[in-house]
């Protein structure tokens, strides 16, 4: 069986001996729910891994749209990223604050692009403040680098794509929120949107995919046994869904670990789903309703 784990997660070792290293680049990709009262952005000033830049998933999107951190045009990425040092040929190496939560957006936004050497930071800025590694509040300045964007159509799905395959049965929609939002018996984090779940949709919260604490991604006989469990199919596409896109990564990242090629993710995912009028199963509360 294929485990490609070491192609796309590496260890706190090996980045701790590459810190130096003029091809490696390192990326904070820390993000939090709106509903978690922390800033990402101001924490990365405060302590981060050295020599690493911050990505802001909700600055480095698609600013027309009124949907959350929606991907931005292949130019518009390759500009931010020349400005931010980043660039062909470079290994770039993404991490988080939480260990296994934010990153996987991150890394499979520079897959889509067309970036073939990016990986995750195993366990994290968790990881790394525990073994006691360096950390800094210095901000690198990197010098622009020459980027090149070559846009994966086949990794992200829209609305219609999503509804289409729900309807054809020709993708599993595999949502990774927590299971009572999935059923609609706790409120989403963001307000005016119902909880529940596509008619279809294939329930697997996110922490089904992780260690117990929440920082890793369990080894690939434990990542298939949750795939199953939840009675998604192998042989089959999957796309993966989840509040706005960005934990839905997470099962990419899976994937490509277990070495399911087929996949891909619904970039607006449910906050799309239920705002442009898709039909709703399990209907839930909405947060800040009267």
Known sequence: M??????????????????????????????????????AAAEYRVEHIPGAVFFDIDAIADTTSSLPHMLPRPEAFS???????????????????????????????FRLMGVEDVVV???????????????TDDIPDRPER?????????????????RHALAGNTAQVVDLRPQARFNGTEP???EGLPSGHMPGGISLPMAELLVADGSRMKEADGIRAALTGAGIDLHRPIVSSCGSGVNGAVL????????????????????EWASAGGEIEDKGPVRGAA
């Open 188 to 190: 989403e984090p963001r």
């Open 79 to 109: 500009s931010t990223m020349r400005k931010m040092g980043i660039g062909d040929g470079q290994r770039i190496v993404v991490y988080d604050a939480v260990g296994m939560f934010s990153a996987a957006r991150v890394w499979w936004t």
């Open 146 to 162: 020459h980027f090149t964007a070559r846009f994966d159509h086949g990794a992200v799905r829209d609305f219609a794509e999503v």
């Open 121 to 135: 930071l195993d366990g994290g800025l968790a990881a790394w403040r525990a073994e006691e590694r360096p950390l």
């Open 2 to 39: 294929i485990d490609a784990r070491s192609r796309w997660i590496v260890s706190t070792d090996w980045l701790a001996g590459h810190l130096d290293a003029p091809d490696v680049v390192i990326v904070d990709a820390s993000w939090y729910l709106p509903t978690s009262g922390r800033d």
């Open 252 to 271: 990419n990242l899976a994937l490509e670990v277990i070495g399911h090629p087929h996949h891909a993710l619904f970039d607006g995912s449910w906050t």
